[in-house]
């Protein structure tokens, strides 16, 4: 769950990155943060150490994103650090990613099948939410035998059980209660 803060942090940034016309940098810097921070579980010690110095977390950040990122994104990180508000920079990424999928119509659809898809299963799948949904398609595929075959598809609160696995287990429960067909 993203806080209240870190969610003004994420719609700050997005309106100025809007108004500068940068949402794309804005965009990618944010992605390399995050990645970078939740590839790091000492970074996110680090950050959220109330014994570690302003001074010594606006040097590490800086250390480590000052050659990768643009200016409005520095500009970020040195108020966090000036706020003492480092240890929000993840929920902040994750907020302003919301955020950007939102204004740019994409959604995140989690997919997960029985077997790998090939390249052209892939492209056809995505294809077919787009085309069903209406929107860009962000898209995560994961591999569960257990399933069977078919597959789940998930956006948002809503579940897709197209699974070997699900339609068995309908079978076996019509059978249990005598409504077979």
Known sequence: MISKAARRYANALLQ????QDILDDVEKDIRFILNTVQDSRDLVVFLKSPIIKTEDKQDVLSTIFHEHISGETKSLLRLLSEKNREN???DICQGFIQLY??????????????????????????????SSTGKKIEM?????????????????????????????????NQFAVGTAV
């Open 16 to 19: 100025s990155a809007l108004e």
């Open 88 to 90: 929000l920079l993840e």
């Open 140 to 172: 995560n595929v994961t591999v569960d035998e257990d399933i069977i075959g078919g597959l789940i598809v998930r956006i948002d609160d809503t579940v897709l059980d197209g699974s070997v696995k699900h339609k068995i287990r309908k079978l076996k």
């Open 101 to 130: 999928n939102k204004h740019e119509g994409i959604i995140q659809v989690d997919v997960t099948t029985a077997y790998e898809l090939s390249k052209s299963q892939t492209d056809d799948l995505l294809k077919a939410l787009a």
